[in-house]
Antibody, heavy 118, light 110 residues
């Protein structure tokens, strides 16, 4: 079955960077896109961007352009997302999700909590 | 891109049917049949309930159904059960080739 295993919780200071990982299994890694979505405390879901694991091409939400980098390692079936210049408002749970069609998120990881605190 | 508009909360008694609306614009819901719905229990991973407006993934109860008219998509839950109490989010593909989520709806089973 499709499974996504995400990296563990992080605590970071403002201005720092954080790098998330999302290891996929149960399907052909290069066949499904992967989205990143976050949820700040008390807020709704926010789409951050998508990566095509086959080509490595990415498409980012406008709010994150310039601060987010998405990469992949096909040898380990892992996708990475780095978020830089962290702000207090980046405190959130960050999810990765697979997408077989480019249009919906079929299976989700359990999320990684990031706390930005001075 | 502004979030799609959903009611903050919807409630119903067990066995009843409820409908959650999701209103967008002509640059997202109004043009594309790529609307999906997600159930989210706090502290857990979201779960896909409906994709491409009205398709149910394998394993999702047929009590869940989706539809679209103009710029508004809807999720209907029939035969409401206690386990359906959760937050629900719609999501649409957009003309900018992005994705946008709805504001979220808290479903309460009375």
């Amino acid at each position: 079955q499709v499974q996504l295993v995400q990296s563990g919780a992080e605590v970071k200071k403002p201005g720092a960077s954080v790098k998330f990982s999302c290891k996929a299994s149960g399907y052909t890694f290069t066949s499904y896109y992967i989205h990143w979505v976050r949820q700040a405390p008390g807020q709704g879901l926010e789409w951050m961007g998508i990566i095509n694991p086959l080509s490595g091409t990415t498409d980012l939400a406008q709010n994150f352009q310039g601060r987010v980098t998405m990469t992949r390692d096909t040898s380990t079936s892992t996708v990475y997302m780095e978020l830089s210049s962290l702000r207090f408002e980046d405190t959130a749970v960050y999810y990765c999700a697979t997408d077989p069609s480019n249009y919906y998120m079929l299976a989700w990881g359990k999320g990684t909590t990031v706390t930005v605190s001075s | 891109q502004s979030a799609l508009t959903q009611p903050a909360s919807v409630s119903g008694s067990p066995g009843q049917s409820i409908t959650i609306s999701c209103t967008g614009t002509s640059t997202d819901i109004g043009t594309y049949n790529f609307v999906s719905w997600y159930q989210h229990h706090p502290g857990k991973a979201p779960q896909l309930m409906i994709y491409d407006v009205s398709n149910r993934p394998s394993g999702v109860s047929n009590r869940f159904s989706g539809s679209k008219s103009g710029n508004t998509a809807s999720l209907t839950i029939s035969g409401l059960q206690a386990e359906d109490e959760a937050d629900y989010y719609c999501c649409s593909y957009t003309s900018a080739e992005k994705r946008v989520f709805g504001t979220g709806t808290k479903v309460t089973v009375l």
